[in-house]
T-cell receptor, first 113, second 109 residues
Framework: EADIYQTPRYLVIGTGKKITLECSQTMGHDKMYWYQQDPGMELHLIHYSYGVNSTEKGDLSSESTVSRIRTEHFPLTLESARPSHTSQYLC????????????FGEGSRLTVL | SQQGEEDPQALSIQEGENATMNCSYKTSINNLQWYRQNSGRGLVHLILIRSNEREKHSGRLRVTLDTSKKSSSLLITASRAADTASYFCATGRNNDMRFGAGTRLTVKP
């Protein structure tokens, strides 16, 4: 069973609010990722990190930002949420020593009114 | 842009039947992975096949890879109602995995 946790699982907020989606893993993995997924649709890579103080933007342009101050923690922040940000956000991690298998959290479903 | 594209988009079968899903990709890869996602949940890794492998088995799962055609297939044998989920292929290099839109499999009891 994967040891990667996301909070909150569900969040409903109003437009303009600042939100942070938390992601933590206890596996000591160097690589961490954020994917965005609309219901029944494909996953889009929005951010990734190869280690502490390393962050990169993914394929899909996103107004969110990420930070990687500690190996185990990779939070995603939206400074001013809009209805277009309504989606599911999935966090994942993988270790250099393994085969590239991704371990996913349960996801954070965000609804912006 | 996403690498893998699954086909069909949706598949409905009866319990006990086999389910076959296909994945096509565009560029060279180190490996190809298949994941499963239950509705509203995170993805779970099923199986990985390396670029120098042609076939791999794991329980009721069989994966094939044809690098010349840039395609892979996932076969689930003797399907069960609990296999109902979305299945995604993921491809990439250096552990930067990209996913397609998935195949939504429904197994009717």
């Amino acid at each position: 069973e994967a040891d990667i946790y996301q909070t909150p699982r569900y969040l409903v907020i109003g437009t303009g609010k600042k939100i942070t989606l938390e992601c933590s893993q206890t596996m000591g993995h160097d690589k961490m990722y954020w994917y965005q997924q609309d219901p029944g649709m494909e996953l889009h890579l929005i951010h990734y990190s190869y280690g502490v103080n390393s962050t990169e933007k993914g394929d899909l342009s996103s107004e969110s930002t990420v930070s990687r101050i500690r190996t185990e923690h990779f939070p995603l922040t939206l400074e001013s949420a809009r209805p277009s940000h309504t989606s599911q956000y999935l966090c994942a991690s993988s270790g250099f020593a393994n085969t590239g298998e991704l371990f996913f959290g349960e996801g954070s479903r965000l609804t912006v009114l | 842009s996403q690498q893998g594209e699954e086909d069909p988009q949706a598949l409905s079968i009866q319990e006990g039947e086999n389910a076959t899903m296909n994945c096509s990709y565009k560029t060279s890869i180190n490996n190809l992975q298949w994941y499963r996602q239950n509705s509203g949940r995170g993805l779970v890794h099923l199986i990985l096949i390396r670029s120098n492998e042609r076939e791999k088995h794991s329980g009721r799962l069989r994966v094939t890879l044809d690098t010349s055609k840039k395609s892979s297939s996932l076969l689930i044998t003797a399907s069960r109602a609990a296999d109902t989920a979305s299945y995604f292929c993921a491809t990439g290099r250096n552990n930067d995995m990209r996913f397609g839109a998935g195949t939504r499999l429904t197994v009717k009891p």
